[in-house]
């Protein structure tokens, strides 16, 4: 997890926020198993302002944790955003018994009902015994997300799983990740506790 130095960033930033990386540090970009989350902060008119408690956090697999090092102090241009990173803070994952997702794409899935029996399936047949449920907007809709990919646009949702064992938790949040959008998996998740 880095801190950040800057005031704002796109955003629809994720696939941007991978390039800038991959330029500093090639091997992240070929890993199947490194996650890059997107960055919090305050949306507003279509940039989200930076807080002291924006994050760039990365999760990649305990023997490539080096790669992540020689990001310390780099400036990463995002659009025309420059943000900076501090020195990084390593983290192991911690299960929990609820995992969020801002956005969860599966191919040829984008309505909601055979969305989520779809993503029921794919926790079934990684033996996850859980329940998923779309998050909600305000007005109880379920809640559509896209994000930008390159000249694409695609469409997902945000998902909450519940009822969680600690392995199955850690097996969710070990296995899939944000960096998937660049290639051909047909699940994205980007998933956090909370």
């Known amino acids: ?32 198993t490194v996650g890059i989350h997107t960055i919090a902060g305050i949306p507003k008119s279509g940039v989200i302002r930076l807080t002291k408690n924006s994050r760039l956090r990365i999760r990649p697999p305990m023997d490539q944790v080096r790669l992540v090092y020689p990001l310390a102090g780099k400036p990463l241009r995002i659009g025309k955003h420059t943000i900076r990173l501090g020195i990084p803070e390593i983290y192991l994952l911690e299960p929990a018994e609820r995992l969020r997702s ?12 055979s969305f989520l029996s779809a993503a029921q399936r794919q926790l079934e047949q990684l033996g996850i015994q859980s329940k998923a449920f779309i998050t909600k907007n305000t007005d109880g809709s379920p809640k559509r997300r896209s994000i930008k990919i390159k000249r694409f646009t695609v469409v997902g949702f945000g998902l909450e799983i519940i009822n969680l064992s600690n392995e199955d938790s850690l097996t969710l949040q070990g296995i899939l990740f944000v960096k998937n959008a660049g290639h051909s998996s047909n699940t994205i998740l980007f998933v956090s506790t909370g």
């Open 1 to 32: 997890m880095f801190n950040l130095i800057g005031e704002t960033v796109p955003l629809d930033h994720g696939y941007e926020l991978f390039s800038a990386i991959a330029h500093f540090e090639p091997e992240l970009h070929k890993l199947d």
């Open 102 to 113: 801002r956005i969860v794409i599966i191919q040829g899935y984008q309505e909601p009902e």
